[in-house]
């Protein structure tokens, strides 16, 4: 598949690549791994005038501890994350998404900050310009009507990133810095629960960290997909538990993933966590696997997932 | 728009080009230097025929723009010959017949050596997470497997 004409820029240094967006007019995406802006730029879902190449900003490619939080540069590859001995030993729930995103090949290529910040997707979305023209547009590529859900009034495409729900789990941080300075925001705030502009970000904003609190945990992750590689989760569910109590975050079904509490380890606290997560889950049919299937999944995966974390905390 | 001056190593050999800046590398390898041994098959980043290594690392080539790789050192299938004899590799995928319509062969090579280059004796399972990142559509993955297995205890008796 060909790509559209744009222009390549490279950024030296955060403040260089957010002068080169604000010398852009808006029209400029950030590039750090391709794995995903390059796919949506092909089928023309995204039609930048000009990318501006993050990935030679060496201060963005650091992992780091400090002030008891690991400190994880934008830039960093999954593959270098996972093969991190504190990911390992500190984030089990973390490393497990890290280990079930992609394949190797594009682990090694993509980076958290992009795998964070990647588009929703959905099944009538992610085609060709001539499919997509032949359907109609819908909201989210601009027009008027949802073409899975007829009469809907909002945009039902899934937010995909296995990682983020790990990171919720682990109640991670995230600093953006854009053309208004810096700001440090918890991850779960950074969605805005809408399909169609996925994330709360202003324009020109970089996401430059992940904090994730340096803390010990047990943890799991459950991926729901076709095939065991290369697929995105079709239903995502981490749990983390800490010092007695736990978190669990439910992705892949709709624009912004869902985090519980659970209050203790006890079966019945399991059981009310798993069924509120099956209860609010809203999936529809903009995925391989029907709506009913994955609704049910919700409640068999995070019961999987937080028997899985419990038994590795004994 | 105006076009970019990059140079890279390819198989050893510097290149220098003026590229339009929405230039994939695949694009760049295939037709300005006849380097079609990477495919395009999906064109999306999902199926890995277009692999090759860039600074010791798989990459999809397709996904990559050729300005991204400047001052980068390339290897494609082409290089991994020496003197006109083929690689423990491309023998091993012809001895164990992992090859049928060739297709996704030099993308499975390329991702194998990569793998055989950080780890000289992966286990079997080390061996088919790391493939499972290549699609074939025709042979399945057994023989595929046993190829690159084959090609590492090859290469650890030589040494």
């Known amino acids: 598949m060909i790509l559209p004409k744009f222009d390549y820029k490279k950024g030296e240094d955060v403040a260089s690549a957010i002068a080169l967006y604000e010398g852009s007019k808006g029209r400029a995406r950030y590039l750090a791994g391709g794995t995903d802006l390059i796919p949506l730029v092909k089928l023309r879902l995204s039609t930048p005038g000009a990318v501006i190449d993050l990935k030679g900003i060496e201060p963005l490619k ?61 099944l009538l979305y992610n085609k060709s310009l001539d499919w997509r023209t032949a359907r109609g547009f819908c909201y989210k590529m601009g027009g008027e009507t949802c073409n899975v859900v007829p009469y809907a ?4 495409s899934n937010y995909c990133s296995d990682n983020a729900l790990s990171l919720i789990s682990l109640k991670a941080g995230v600093k953006l810095a854009g053309p208004q300075g810096e700001r440090k925001i918890k991850l779960e705030k950074l969605f805005s629960g809408d399909g169609r502009d996925p994330f709360m970000l202003k324009p020109g904003e970089i996401l430059t960290e ?34 007695g109590k736990g978190r669990v975050c439910v992705g892949g079904i ?27 889950a809203r999936p529809v049919s903009n995925t ?20 899985r974390a419990m038994k590795e905390g004994k | ?60 080539s397709c996904l990559v723009l ?12 082409e290089g991994l010959g020496k003197d006109g004899n083929l690689h423990p590799l491309q023998e091993s995928f012809m001895e164990k017949g992992a090859v049928q ?44 497997i046993e190829a690159v297995l084959d090609a590492a205890s090859k290469e650890t008796s030589k040494a």
């Open chain 2, 101 to 144: 319509c060739g297709f996704c062969t030099s993308g499975m090579i390329m991702t194998a050596k990569a793998l055989l280059d950080r780890n000289k004796r992966p286990s079997k399972k080390e061996v088919v997470k790391t493939m499972s990142s290549n699609i074939c559509r025709c042979t399945g993955y057994k023989k595929i």
């Open chain 1, 153 to 156: 009034v909002a945009c039902f």
């Open chain 1, 62 to 122: 650091a992992v780091s501890r400090k002030g008891g939080s690991l400190i994880i540069g934008a830039n960093v590859t999954l593959f270098e994350l996972k093969t991190h001995d504190l990911v390992r030993e500190y984030f089990p729930a973390l490393y497990e998404s890290l280990d079930a995103t992609s394949c190797e090949t594009l682990q090694m290529r993509g980076t958290i900050g992009g795998n964070i910040l990647q588009n929703t997707r959905c």
């Open chain 2, 66 to 77: 050729t300005p991204e790789v400047n001052g980068a050192s390339i290897t494609t299938i």
């Open chain 1, 288 to 307: 391989t696997l029907s709506p009913g299937y994955r609704k049910k999944m919700t409640q068999v995966l995070t019961e999987r997932a937080v028997k």
């Open chain 1, 210 to 243: 992940v904090h994730v609190p340096l803390k010990r945990s047990t943890g799991a992750y459950e991926k729901l997909r076709v095939r065991n590689a290369i697929d995105y989760p079709l239903l995502g569910v981490a749990v983390s538990i800490q010092d």
């Open chain 1, 254 to 280: 709709g624009p912004a993933p869902k985090a519980y509490d659970l209050k203790d380890l006890s079966a019945s606290a399991l059981k009310e966590v798993a069924k509120q997560a099956r209860h609010e």
């Open chain 2, 1 to 60: 728009m105006k076009t970019i001056k990059v140079s890279f190593r390819v198989n050893d050999e510097p290149v220098a080009f003026q590229v339009r800046p929405y230039e994939t590398l695949l694009e760049t390898l295939r037709e300005r230097l006849d380097l079609i041994g990477g495919k395009e098959a999906c064109g999306m980043g999902a199926c890995g025929a277009c692999t090759v290594i860039v600074d010791g690392i798989p990459l999809r």
